[in-house]
């Protein structure tokens, strides 16, 4: 009797293991499709930016390990649920970036289980210069933009998302403290 439990949990197990990755393989289909769907559209749009693939679209090479570091200002002396609801669109601003423009650099974080580390800087020039550093190594980088309804003035830089490589990612951020 017991053994025909464990034989039964285990298939109950592996069925839904089964379920899941199709899940998570018929999401990766829809956000490609959609993203597809997105640049053909916005082809034709000739106002909006550039949609040209991103430099970091050649680290394709599934050993090298992907991060996000969120940049904070500790300057604007945010509250911890401003800070997380920055952090969230700094995040997302930069999602919605790769899904464009570098969709394989996107992939690559998302194998390494999107590891993502809060950082804090004293105020929005270093912000500025950290981000020009990023940009010389053709990392991605998005500044959220407050528009100013609750604690912060309209128009202040809160938070830096950038995404690349370890390595690289380390040469702008690393000598930054932990939020």
């Keep these: 009797m017991m053994d025909l439990m464990w034989l039964i949990a285990l298939l109950l197990g592996a069925a839904l293991g089964y379920y899941i990755s199709t899940l998570r393989q018929s999401r990766r ?10 640049n053909a559209a916005s082809s034709s749009n000739k106002k909006m930016k550039s ?6 679209e050649k680290f394709t090479d599934f050993r090298q390990k992907f991060k996000m570091i969120l940049v904070v200002r500790n300057d604007l ?3 911890k649920g401003k800070i997380a609801a920055q952090c969230g669109h700094a995040t997302l601003g930069l999602y919605k970036k790769l899904v464009q423009r570098a969709p ?6 998302e194998y390494c289980a ?9 105020s929005e020039e270093e912000m500025l210069v950290l981000q020009e550093k990023a ?8 500044i959220t933009i407050d ?22 990612v380390d040469d702008v951020t690393g000598g930054l403290k932990l939020m």
Excluded at 29 to 38: E, G, R
Excluded at 51 to 56: M, S
Excluded at 114 to 122: A, G, L, R, Y
Aim: no cysteine; hydrophobic share 45%; aromatic share 4%.
């Design 29 to 38: 289909i829809f956000v490609s499709s959609k993203s597809v769907a997105i």
């Design 51 to 56: 949609k040209e693939p991103l430099e970091i």
């Design 77 to 79: 002396k945010m509250g």
């Design 104 to 109: 394989k650099a996107l992939n690559r974080w």
């Design 114 to 122: 999107q590891p993502k580390v809060v950082v804090k800087i004293e």
């Design 135 to 142: 940009e010389s190594l053709k990392l991605p980088t998005h």
């Design 147 to 168: 528009a100013g309804k609750t604690q912060i003035a309209p128009n202040s830089r809160t938070v830096m998302a950038i995404l690349g490589p370890v390595d690289l």
